[in-house]
């Protein structure tokens, strides 16, 4: 393995420098996103948690609900503990509240997404600067030795043929983990929007919330 790995590097050309540091960004990038989002990603339905914490706010345990927000997803639990925090605020004042902090947290998520686009874009960009200096490199041992030296035309043509592999390998897997983290992203903002109108119809307008 470890040998396949030197050789792909030594025939790979210049290229893969830079090749492996947009992918080194970008998987930085990626994991940063991941960390943000929190745990409990695998999850699709919060119905349930934000109908036990809208219980709990009718019986007035408030200290329980804000736990029970807790353990929902970072972004998620950050929006309701915000909303059970400050409920003593009138409607349209919490109102405006959540909106600022929760813009500000959503900015936070998806400031590194466009940047993971870039480079899943440049990826394959840099495996065709590979391409075109692996046959440059090809066509001067032609010049020079002509061809029938088998050896010196395969290493240009591996030179070519690696650096755009390597260019369309990681932009593959970084347009998968991209969209991935973008529609995350969509669901906790689509989540948090519900479960607080879940809680604050039930702080500033019980029946319609009970109902």
């Known amino acids: 393995m470890y040998s396949v790995i030197y050789d792909t590097w030594t025939q790979g050309g210049f290229v893969l420098i830079p090749i492996i540091l947009v992918g080194f960004w970008g998987f930085c990038l990626v994991l940063s996103t991941y960390a943000n989002l929190g745990a409990g990603l695998g999850r699709t339905n919060l119905n349930p948690e934000f109908d036990r914490i809208r219980d709990l706010v009718a019986k007035g345990d408030v200290q329980g609900a804000e736990k029970l927000a807790r353990k929902t997803p970072k972004l998620i639990g950050y929006g309701l503990s915000l909303a059970l925090e400050n409920r003593a605020l009138p409607e349209s004042a919490l109102r405006r509240l959540l909106s600022e902090k929760l813009a500000l947290s959503l900015f936070k998520l998806e400031r590194n997404l466009p940047l993971v686009k870039?480079?899943?874009?440049?990826?394959?960009?840099?495996?065709?600067?590979?391409?075109?200096?692996?046959?440059?490199?090809?066509?001067?041992?032609?010049?020079?030795y002509g061809n029938g030296n088998a050896v010196l035309l395969a290493h240009g043509i591996s030179e070519a043929l690696i650096a755009t592999q390597s260019g369309l390998l990681?932009?593959?897997?970084?347009?998968?983990?991209?969209?991935?983290?973008?529609?995350?992203v969509h669901w906790m903002q689509v989540q948090v929007e519900y479960g607080i109108t879940v809680i604050l119809n039930q702080i500033y307008h019980p029946k319609q919330g009970g109902a």
Do not use: D, K, Y
Request: no cysteine; charged share 10%.
């Open 118 to 144: 870039v480079m899943a874009g440049s990826a394959p960009l840099l495996g065709l600067l590979g391409t075109v200096s692996g046959l440059i490199h090809t066509f001067r041992i032609m010049t020079e």
């Open 170 to 184: 990681l932009a593959i897997v970084l347009i998968l983990l991209g969209q991935r983290l973008e529609g995350r």
